[in-house]
């Protein structure tokens, strides 16, 4: 069974950080890409970011870029999104995911597991 557990959301004012972790059990993450998706209240999930298998190859949203970095350690089989500069506008709950195959997708279906996310909060 696998399992993604994301941490490390919380209240940020807006211009402050956060470091998002998701921590892999039932499978070794190193032979998958994974994703962060994001959904705001109201909204319909968002592709975040993604990362190939090795970490060669990043996406991300264009909201995002040049904020958000993906990473991955898979000795710890657990993936990061670090983000800087946040937003008002970055509140949502955050997910965690694992791809289906090697593609690095940036739609839901692309993806077979899911973490039940983290609330990140930015207040203006």
């Known amino acids: 069974q696998v399992q993604l557990v994301e941490s490390g959301g919380g209240l940020v004012q807006a211009g402050g950080s956060l470091r998002l972790s998701c921590a892999a059990s039932?499978?070794?993450?190193?032979?998958?890409?994974m994703g962060w998706f994001r959904q705001a209240p109201g909204k319909e999930r968002e592709f975040v970011a993604g990362?190939?298998?090795?970490?060669?190859?990043?996406y991300y949203s264009e909201s995002v870029k040049g904020r958000f970095t993906i990473s991955r350690d898979n000795a710890k089989n657990t993936v990061y999104l670090q983000m800087n500069s946040l937003k008002p506008e970055d509140t949502a709950v955050y997910h965690c995911?694992?791809?289906?195959?090697?593609?690095?997708?940036?739609?839901?279906?692309?993806?077979?597991?899911w973490g039940q996310g983290t609330q990140v909060t930015v207040s203006s």
């Open positions: 995911a694992m791809a289906r195959s090697n593609f690095v997708g940036r739609t839901e279906n692309s993806y077979s597991y």
């Open positions: 039932g499978r070794t993450i190193s032979t998958y890409p």
């Open positions: 990362m190939s298998w090795s970490g060669g190859t990043t």
